[in-house]
């Protein structure tokens, strides 16, 4: 169980073992008088085959999907993670857009405009970086934006 915040994060290695946790995080809410949101309350299962779930917290069924987005990287059932990449590349873009008069400025010295784009870009872009699993594909993703930045 990972605590971020006011958010849970609860991972098992199985639909049993999930069952299990949800029953103590039950007996934790009860002593400090919490309260779960159900609308908020979703459930991934990451295999190579198709799985579903069948967890209710008190009458209401855990709500599965297919993908959602968790401190800013993207998981999804199928455990790869292309789009999370996908999206990390396209950030930076973004960023580097909203920072173009402060980047192209001539009040601001080199080392200055390097300095930001390591934590303003490249810190955004890598971020998770560390667990990916890279294909072919992802690879020349990343390798692209390395040469553009």
Same mark, same amino acid.
């Given at each position: 169980?990972?605590?971020?915040a ?19 995080? #039950? !007996?934790l809410k009860?002593?400090?008088?919490? /309260? @779960?949101?159900?609308?908020?309350? +979703?459930?991934?299962?990451c *295999? ?11 009458e209401?069924a855990?709500k ?8 800013g ?6 455990g790869?993670?292309?789009? #999370? !990449? ?6 930076? /873009? @973004?960023?580097?857009?909203?920072? +173009?008069?402060?980047?192209? *400025? ?15 870009i ?17 690879e020349?993703?990343?390798n ?6």
């Open positions: 169980m990972l605590s971020f006011n958010d849970i994060e609860i991972k098992a290695q199985d639909e049993l073992n999930l069952k299990r946790a949800l029953e103590r995080s #039950d !007996i009860s002593n400090y008088r919490m /309260k @779960i949101n159900r609308i908020k309350t +979703k459930a991934i299962v *295999s190579r085959f198709s799985e579903n779930i069948n967890i209710k917290m008190d209401d855990l599965q999907v297919p993908k959602f987005k968790h401190l990287s993207i998981f999804t059932d199928d790869e993670n292309k789009e #999370d !990449i996908i999206q990390r590349v396209k950030e930076p /873009k @973004i960023i580097i857009n909203n920072r +173009k008069q402060l980047l192209c *400025s001539n009040n601001l010295g080199l080392e200055m405009k390097r300095e930001t784009l390591k934590s303003c490249w810190r955004v872009a890598l971020y998770g970086s560390e667990t990916w699993a890279l294909g072919k594909n992802e020349r993703v990343v692209a934006f390395e040469t553009r930045s």
